[in-house]
């Protein structure tokens, strides 16, 4: 029997491994959207500390230098939390891009598996079209045989 060899295997393998490297690169991309999430996060609860120190400081305690400290420190907050929240998107995008990469990645690996199918299926075709080939020749053959006989 007849092995089915598919003549562009080579091409699939690539495709496989190119699917692999965009899974990979979609995760660290996810990797450091979470990442920089926790610290826009953190930065916040950070914020949230100084500004409740901060009206703490102004209802209990009259102490000007240590209400500047932290009206200053709220107001850095601020500004890093803007910062951070530029980074967040940027790690936004670079998962999307990822992603649509990946999808891209997806589809031409799905495309030549359809085509793979599709030559197996041509493969298996021909070989039953070549075994009926065989056995109608046999039985012509049987045939001819037993009118021979008679």
Sequence with gaps: MAKF???????LSIKYKLEEQAKNIF???KHKLDLEEEKLEALYK???LYE?????RIINQLNLLEIKRLEDSVEILKYKIRMQMIA???AK???ELARIKLNEAMIERKTQEKLKEKAFEEFKKELNDEERKEVDELVSFMYRQTSEDQ
């Design 27 to 29: 995760a660290e991309a």
């Design 93 to 95: 995008n670079e998962v």
């Design 46 to 48: 950070r914020k949230n």
């Design 52 to 56: 409740k120190e901060l009206s703490d």
């Design 88 to 90: 967040v998107n940027t």
């Design 5 to 11: 060899v598919y003549r562009m295997e080579n091409i």
